[in-house]
Protein backbone atom coordinates (compact mmCIF):
# COMPACT_ATOMS: atom_id res chain seq x y z
CA UNK A 1 0.00 0.00 0.00
CA UNK A 2 1.58 3.38 -0.64
CA UNK A 3 1.05 5.47 2.12
CA UNK A 4 -0.12 2.72 4.46
CA UNK A 5 1.39 -0.42 5.31
CA UNK A 6 -0.38 -3.36 6.58
CA UNK A 7 1.03 -3.60 9.95
CA UNK A 8 0.00 0.06 10.74
CA UNK A 9 -3.70 -0.20 9.04
CA UNK A 10 -4.27 -3.16 11.55
CA UNK A 11 -3.56 -1.22 14.35
CA UNK A 12 -5.36 1.73 13.15
CA UNK A 13 -8.26 -0.52 12.69
CA UNK A 14 -7.94 -2.35 16.12
CA UNK A 15 -8.02 1.41 17.85
CA UNK A 16 -11.70 2.01 16.28
CA UNK A 17 -14.10 1.16 18.35
CA UNK A 18 -16.31 -0.47 15.77
CA UNK A 19 -13.67 -2.41 14.29
CA UNK A 20 -11.85 -3.90 17.52
CA UNK A 21 -14.28 -7.26 17.33
CA UNK A 22 -13.70 -7.57 14.05
CA UNK A 23 -11.42 -10.62 12.86
CA UNK A 24 -7.95 -9.26 10.97
CA UNK A 25 -6.62 -11.53 8.18
CA UNK A 26 -3.56 -10.34 6.69
CA UNK A 27 -2.76 -11.52 3.37
CA UNK A 28 1.32 -11.25 2.58
CA UNK A 29 4.54 -12.39 0.93
CA UNK A 30 6.44 -11.17 3.92
CA UNK A 31 8.28 -13.78 6.53
CA UNK A 32 7.66 -14.90 9.81
CA UNK A 33 9.34 -11.28 11.25
CA UNK A 34 6.46 -9.85 9.46
CA UNK A 35 3.50 -12.27 11.14
CA UNK A 36 5.10 -11.70 14.92
CA UNK A 37 4.29 -8.08 13.86
CA UNK A 38 0.94 -8.37 12.61
CA UNK A 39 -0.28 -10.90 15.55
CA UNK A 40 1.44 -7.94 17.82
CA UNK A 41 -0.77 -5.34 16.01
CA UNK A 42 -3.55 -7.41 16.34
CA UNK A 43 -4.44 -9.53 13.23
CA UNK A 44 -6.00 -12.73 14.49
CA UNK A 45 -5.06 -14.62 10.88
CA UNK A 46 -2.11 -14.86 8.68
CA UNK A 47 -1.59 -16.27 5.07
CA UNK A 48 1.51 -16.16 3.19
CA UNK A 49 1.53 -16.03 -0.17
CA UNK A 50 1.71 -17.70 -2.50
CA UNK A 51 -1.56 -19.30 -1.16
CA UNK A 52 -4.15 -21.26 -2.71
CA UNK A 53 -7.88 -19.80 -2.96
CA UNK A 54 -9.10 -22.84 -1.54
CA UNK A 55 -6.95 -22.57 1.53
CA UNK A 56 -8.48 -19.08 2.21
CA UNK A 57 -11.94 -19.73 1.45
CA UNK A 58 -11.37 -22.96 4.16
CA UNK A 59 -9.73 -20.39 6.42
CA UNK A 60 -12.89 -17.82 6.12
CA UNK A 61 -15.26 -20.54 6.88
CA UNK A 62 -13.46 -21.44 10.16
CA UNK A 63 -14.28 -17.92 10.97
CA UNK A 64 -17.40 -17.38 13.52
Known sequence: MPRLDGIE???RL???P???DATI???TA???EQEREARA???DLFLTKPFS???LLRLVDTLP
Do not use: H, Q
Request: net charge positive; aromatic share 0%.
Open 9 to 11: ACR
Open 53 to 55: PLE
Open 30 to 32: AGP
Open 14 to 16: RDL
Open 25 to 27: VML
Open 18 to 20: SAR
Open 41 to 43: AGS
